[in-house]
């Protein structure tokens, strides 16, 4: 994010409005001193401030990490890109956090560097994928993005080669598979990337999933409905079950990241390894399935 061009914004909106430095800290609890590192494009607020900075502005939040107003023409397409700089800002903050410790061990690591050569002698690329910690900042502005259902982002890495890469959603109703949908990003002319986004966003106010795979070169977005035909759908509880923790990339092969729940009574929601060995709980009302597969 270009926090200088947000800094900007922020002084302009709060000037707009006749308020202070020292007027608009007050209101927001903090100390003038906070807000001129905010508007000089130092650093962000907690984003815990967010929406009452937001509020005190009369902005909303994707006009605040865009740095600018926005017209309805182009909100949808800016509020793509407020999530998908959420998880690469992860990124950026998790290399500047690895600069650090290796400065900081450099020692260490120049007396153990033979013994490690030797330990990792023979293993493959490191393939990944992985979830945003819903601890981190970035998740959690990912969220306040989102709305009351949240966000699901998911970031993988490889060092090895692939054709295609497709995120499959299925939907199950009473337990039985009525229905899937392939979503595929073409490498074959391009080439592949060493890493990506693939983000799941559920809309219930809406009855919709936004689906967002993007990487350094490419993009695909579908908006896919659900709760279709379901009577007093507006009345159902919701629930999700996903990956956890990092995971292996198994190529070829189809792995579930994400289960999205939706019923009127009681909900069985299972770890999501159990649901991938084909665990379906017939007394779910409707499900959604989202596996992804890197084909190379």
């Known amino acids: 994010m270009d926090l200088v061009k947000i800094g900007r914004y922020l002084a302009a909106k709060r000037k707009a409005l006749g308020l202070t430095q020292r007027e608009l800290a007050e209101r927001l609890g903090m100390s003038d001193k906070s807000v001129s590192k905010w508007e000089r494009g130092v650093c962000l607020p907690d984003v815990s401030l967010y929406e009452e ?13 865009a740095g600018e107003d926005l017209t309805k023409e182009n909100l949808v397409k800016q509020a793509e890109e407020n999530l998908i700089q959420v998880a690469a800002d992860s990124k950026t903050r998790q290399k500047r956090l690895k600069a650090v410790i290796l400065a900081l061990a450099l020692t260490v690591f120049l007396v153990t560097f033979l013994g490690a050569l030797l330990l990792f002698r023979g293993k493959g690329p490191v393939n990944s994928l992985v979830p945003l910690d819903r601890d981190s900042t970035e998740m959690k502005t990912a969220e306040l993005l989102s709305g009351v259902d949240g966000a699901f982002l998911f970031r993988y890495r490889t060092d090895d080669a692939f054709r295609r890469l497709t995120v499959t959603s299925c ?6 598979e009525i229905d899937r949908e392939n979503h595929v990003i073409s490498y074959e002319s391009v080439g592949s990337p060493a890493e990506g986004m693939i983000a799941v966003v559920p809309d219930f106010e809406r009855f919709t999933v936004k689906l967002v795979i993007a990487d350094p070169s490419a993009r695909f977005s579908t908006i896919l409905p659900i709760l279709e035909g379901v009577e007093d759908r507006e009345y159902y509880g ?10 292996p990339i198994c190529f070829d092969e189809e792995q579930l990241i994400l289960v999205l729940i939706y019923d009127d009574d009681v909900m069985h929601v299972l770890n ?24 190379q």
């Open 53 to 65: 900075y937001c509020a005190v502005l009369g902005i909303s939040l994707h006009e605040f990490l």
């Open 171 to 176: 939907e199950y109703r009473a337990g039985e």
């Open 238 to 247: 919701r629930s999700a079950s996903q990956i956890e923790t990092e995971i």
């Open 272 to 295: 999501l390894r159990e649901f991938a060995e084909g665990n379906i709980p017939v007394d779910n009302d409707v499900m959604y399935f989202f596996s992804v597969r890197f084909e």
